[in-house]
């Protein structure tokens, strides 16, 4: 079930395959690190502690199907609606946390410490807008040599702005405590 008329093969390739990059990272940072990921997991306060050891081994499982499935045109849509699904969850966890007034909790999102913040459901919100963007049905045409090489750069400058965004909220927080305590 598309939502809107069909986009141009491309775009959607372009945005499948940067979600799926950015899926299949953050259930290999989770999972390379499990431990951290699962205090992580407990600091948000949100599940019974018996909970949080099988919810830190499924969600970067779930995430993993999900962008594989990305990559695929006949799952796609599926797999972008478990990927919005988990999205959904994760940024819910955060606003909960941030209307709790708890910021100094790490994400848990990636590599690199990210606190929570109103920029992180921002953040979680274009992700949403680009999987919208990635299920919608292509129009009818073949893709060529030449949408391939615009698919790959599409991808990489997508990919580019992703790191470049999550370095600004990583470093965001430590800038403003820096200042505070200056």
Known sequence: MSLALPCD??????????LSVIFLLAAWHKLRD????????????LLPAAWIRPFARLLPALEAVAGMGLLFAAI?????????GLLF????????????GIRDIDCGC????????PFLVARNLVL???LIVAMQASAPRALH???????AGGTLAL??????????????????????HA
Request: charged share 15%.
């Open 128 to 130: 949403a807008g680009g």
């Open 110 to 117: 990636g590599s690199a410490p990210i606190p929570l913040s």
């Open 9 to 18: 093969p491309a775009v959607t390739s372009i945005a499948a395959a940067a």
């Open 159 to 180: 990919l580019g702005l992703y790191a470049a965004g999550n370095e600004l909220l990583a470093t965001h927080t430590r800038a403003q405590e820096a200042r505070n």
């Open 34 to 45: 499990i431990d951290s990921f699962e205090s992580a997991a407990a600091a948000y306060r």
């Open 145 to 151: 040599w030449l949408d391939y090489v615009t698919v």
């Open 76 to 84: 796609r849509e599926h797999a972008a609606w478990l990927a919005l």
């Open 89 to 100: 969850v994760m940024t819910g966890a955060v606003a909960i946390n941030l209307a709790r």
